[in-house]
């Protein structure tokens, strides 16, 4: 492909000689009609110094994200198996995702191992995953940007005009708003990966063949996937080496151990959760057999092509938003090509149902990000050199159209990063920091997912991501730690529910209720193996602290509710969310009132109020129900980008949020025990 791209600009393979297409290991020399503020080695240093000032940029959003708990699934099994490998089990399994059974088995990641053991002596605290990957983020961009300074000295005459491609390369990957996403979301060996596939990249093209042998084993072990980007770097550089008229011995060598290696870790198991993607997303293709091999996912996209291009089609909104914001032109590049397609189709034929999930410009497309700016500077050097002025132009042109909508989508999606990684305000990640420190290492912990990460800094830690939902049960002392409305996207009726359960078990104690934060800690009856969270739409009211509202905690958990008393007028109970389709409902409040009380359903989604029950003196105890009738349906906002600068997300949950509160006028006294919402026919 990428020969037939040089023959349409009428250059002949014979014009891409050693000394244009290959760079010397010496250094090379300042052209003497360069100016001397702008010389290689003064690039280099300013890329040094400008990835230094990224790396800090990197640490400062981890420590945010670290600090304040945003961390869920995929960092809590990474963040257990670093400490029980720390902590002398060489074979943890992961209690997080327990159908992947040993950590082994996830991705095969063997660098986790001395990353651990490193981790142990030099940096033991659960922020050392993190450290790292933003070390790896901006490191990976250095080696590409010294790339691009090699590809632009490569002609020492043009040297003047293609300076200028480094500088540009180096602000595109430093805006490219992916690459701050992709680290703001837990910790994955991707960014790793790529610091190796580009340290490995950047010597075969400088003719250093020694260094794959340090760089390969590397690579290999972030990952099975690692295997993928290994045969796409071998097609790259065996492309480049058919145009060189050089041996194409060592690219195929590369392109058979990366085949090897996905064999291999397919044949041991150790690509289990590979696997289980495989399963859902590529079933299709091979009419739900299982497991599924890869010479049988080829056989099928070959012989159903057209469900396998109906896939890609749904994913060309992403595979564009992957590729345009690191300037796009590079993708059609020999290093650029084979690493996008790579990623592209691996993801893009995965069936719709879990395709949106892994498209999205985030971490699993983080190749793209490093090899898409130096495979620009890889075409504009070359068409400097080697085009006709009237071509030559407009290739630059294109360059620099490329360049100018990178910075645009910088624009649209950089000031989004907030709404992602501001979801738990500082006063509740303190209190999350203190049920931490309270927390013996010893015991299990049980943590809603999207606040459990820096929990799993033990031997036995279990996720709650959905309800119901069955837990095993390791020690004698277990601690709950949910905040329904704390870094989770989920419906929060389901966990409120959960929280009432868990306070009415035998042996429970609330240690804290503050901040949207609730811990319990569970003295486990003798005998007991494992306990199960039933889902419930009715959820007790003291979980629903409103404005003027004070919880009343003491005696036993069936008794626990919400009261008021005084002059103060306002929400006795609020937040009481139910997750809502179009459909007819029963509310229902169980509370007492000496005075004037209203009882009411809001569209919170729509900010409309639905119904109100006006009340005066209950005298006692009593359950107001009121029918709620949803007609309409309108869809949460969520930031999909402006223009050509899209992406396409995974939409929000289909429904409103439908809301009951209650409010007092401020002259009575109010109780209130309980709220359900449950469809009516």
């Not at 940007?145 to 043009?158: F, G, N, P, S």
């Not at 909104?317 to 345009?324: L, M, R």
């Not at 389901?494 to 804290?512: N, Q, R, V």
């Not at 109100?612 to 869809?635: A, E, S, Y």
Request: with cysteine.
């Amino acid at each position: 492909m990428a020969t037939d791209s040089l023959r349409s600009s009428s250059v002949t393979s014979e014009e891409f000689d050693a000394n244009s297409m290959v760079g010397s290991s010496d250094s090379v020399p300042v052209p003497s009609q360069c100016a001397a503020w702008l010389t290689g080695t003064r690039i280099r240093q300013f890329a040094v110094l400008v990835f230094g000032v990224q790396f800090v940029l990197l640490l400062l959003l981890e420590w945010h994200i670290y600090t304040h708990f945003l961390l869920s699934l995929d960092y809590s099994i990474f963040e257990q198996a670093r400490y029980e490998i720390a902590h002398g089990n060489l074979d943890p399994r992961v209690t997080a995702a327990p159908s992947l059974g040993f950590y082994w088995q996830n991705h095969g990641e063997w660098l986790m191992w001395p990353l651990a053991l490193i981790s142990r002596v030099v940096f033991p605290g659960g922020f050392f995953l993190l450290l790292v990957q933003a070390l790896a983020t901006a490191g990976a961009g250095l080696v590409a940007m010294l790339w691009a300074v090699d590809l632009c000295e490569r002609d020492l005459d043009k040297w003047k005009k293609t300076r200028w491609l480094a500088l540009a390369a180096c602000l595109v990957y430093l805006v490219d708003p992916w690459v701050y996403w992709s680290d703001s979301f837990d910790f994955h060996f991707q960014a790793i990966a790529a610091l190796f596939l580009v340290l490995l990249a950047r010597d075969l093209d400088r003719n250093r063949l020694w260094s794959g042998w340090i760089y390969v084993p590397l690579l290999l072990a972030t990952g099975d996937l690692a295997g993928t980007y290994l045969v796409a770097i071998g097609i790259s550089a065996g492309l480049l080496m058919l145009v060189r008229r050089k041996s194409v011995a060592l690219p195929l060598l590369y392109v058979a151990l990366g085949v090897s290696w996905l064999i291999a870790m397919s044949a041991i198991d150790a690509n289990v959760a590979s696997k289980g993607n495989a399963i859902v997303g590529y079933g299709y293709l091979v009419a739900g057999r299982q497991p599924v091999p890869l010479t049988d996912l080829v056989r099928g996209a070959i012989e159903h092509p057209l469900r396998a291009l109906s896939a890609l089609k749904a994913s060309v909104v992403n595979d564009w938003a992957n590729t345009a914001a690191p300037g796009f032109i590079g993708a059609l590049s020999p290093w650029g090509i084979s690493i996008s397609l790579v990623v592209i189709l691996s993801v893009g034929l995965l069936s719709p149902s879990i395709q949106r999930m892994f498209s999205r410009p985030l971490f699993q497309s983080f190749p793209i990000y490093i090899f898409v700016p130096v495979g620009s500077v890889f075409i504009l050097a070359w068409a400097i050199r080697r085009l006709r002025p009237r071509i030559r132009r407009a290739v630059l042109a294109a360059g620099t159209l490329a360049l100018a909508q990178a910075i645009a989508w910088a624009i649209v999606w950089l000031p989004n990063l907030p709404t992602t990684t501001f979801l738990v305000n500082n006063a509740s990640a303190t209190t999350l920091n203190n049920a931490l420190r309270m927390i013996p290492n010893g015991d299990e912990v049980i943590a809603e997912e999207g606040i459990a990460g820096r929990f799993f800094d033990r031997n036995y830690a279990l996720l709650c991501d959905t309800i119901p939902a069955k837990f095993s049960i390791y020690t004698r002392q277990v601690y709950f730690v949910f905040g329904p409305t704390l870094g989770s996207e989920r419906p929060v009726d389901y966990f409120y529910s959960a929280i009432d359960e868990i306070a009415s078990l035998p042996g429970s104690h609330l240690m804290i209720d503050k901040n949207g934060l609730w811990v319990f800690e569970w003295n486990v009856p003798h005998g007991v193996r494992s306990m199960t969270l039933p889902s419930s739409r009715e959820i007790g009211a003291w979980e629903l602290l409103g404005k003027i509202g004070h919880r009343v905690v003491s005696g036993q958990p069936a008794t626990w509710h919400m009261g008021a008393s005084g002059p103060a007028a306002g929400y006795v109970v609020y937040g009481a969310y139910y997750q809502s389709v179009r459909g007819k409902y029963l509310a229902s409040v169980t509370l007492s009132a000496t005075g004037r009380t209203n009882v009411e359903v809001w569209n919170a989604t729509a900010g409309e109020l639905i119904t109100r029950v006006k009340l005066d003196d209950t005298h006692g105890r009593i359950t107001v129900t009121m029918p709620v009738n949803l007609h309409n349906i309108v869809p949460e906002p969520y930031f999909t980008g402006v223009g050509l600068f899209t992406d396409d997300p995974i939409p929000p949950p289909t429904g409103d949020n439908l809301e009951i509160r209650v409010y007092s006028f401020g002259d009575e006294a109010i109780n209130v025990y309980s709220v359900a919402l449950a469809q009516s026919s």
